[in-house]
C-alpha cells in the first residue's frame, strides 16, 4: 500500500490546507487501512526524521500487515526486532514526523529510486534488499524465479555429490 508523505514547516500563520492542522496527516488513516498481507510502502520525505516506528509495526502486524518498505528512516528499531515485523530503511534516525512531515496521500502511486509502485504491486524483500515487480510482469516473474530456484537445488546437490564448479556450469548453466 502506497503512502506519500511530504516534508512540512509549521507557521504560526494561517493555512488553506486543512491537513495541516491534522497531527501526522492521514498517518493514521493510512495506517489504519492496512488489510492482511499488504506492505506499508512511504516514500516522498526528507531524511529529516523516521517514517516507521514500533507502535505503527504494532499495529501493522495486528492488521495482518506483511513489512514496512520505506524510502526514508525507520526508528525504534529494536522493538520492531522484537516484534518480527520486516521493516525495510535506508537507515535509523530517533527523531518522527511530529512537526516535520505529513502523510497526505495513500494508496497512490509513488516512486523509490526511479521505480514506479502502484497499489497492489507486488514486493519480494530479504536481508539483501527488495525486489519490485510490476503487475504486467509478475506472473512470468515468478515463473523464471521458481525455475531459477529448482536449477540451483539441483546445482547444490551435484556439487555435494562431488561435482566441479566448473562441470557444474557446464551441466546446468548456473552458478
Known amino acids: 500500500m502506497p503512502v506519500l508523505e511530504t516534508d512540512i514547516f509549521p507557521s504560526n500563520g494561517p493555512t488553506h490546507n486543512p491537513l495541516m492542522s491534522k497531527p501526522f496527516g492521514l498517518m493514521f488513516e493510512a495506517l489504519d487501512d492496512l488489510k492482511p498481507g499488504e506492505i506499508y ?25 506483511r513489512g514496512a518498505l520505506v524510502d526514508g528512516f525507520a526508528r525504534d528499531t529494536d522493538g520492531i526486532k522484537v516484534l518480527g515485523f520486516p521493516c525495510f530503511c535506508t537507515g535509523y534516525y530517533a527523531q518522527d ?9 495513500y494508496r497512490c502511486a509513488l516512486e523509490i529510486g526511479g521505480v514506479r509502485i502502484e497499489p497492489g504491486t507486488l514486493l519480494f524483500g530479504d536481508k539483501e534488499g527488495v525486489l519490485v515487480v510490476p503487475a504486467e510482469a509478475e506472473e512470468e516473474v515468478v515463473r523464471l524465479a521458481l525455475e531459477k530456484v529448482r536449477g540451483e537445488k539441483r546445482v547444490a546437490k551435484a556439487i555435494r555429490e562431488g561435482m566441479s564448479a566448473v562441470d557444474a556450469y557446464k551441466t546446468f548453466g548456473i552458478m
Open 97 to 105: 514526523q511530529g512537526v516535520r512531515g505529513k502523510v497526505v496521500d
Open 41 to 65: 510502502v512511504a516514500s516522498g520525505a526528507s531524511p529529516r526524521y523516521a517514517l516507521w516506528g514500533e507502535l505503527m509495526s504494532t499495529r501493522a502486524k495486528i492488521l495482518g500487515a
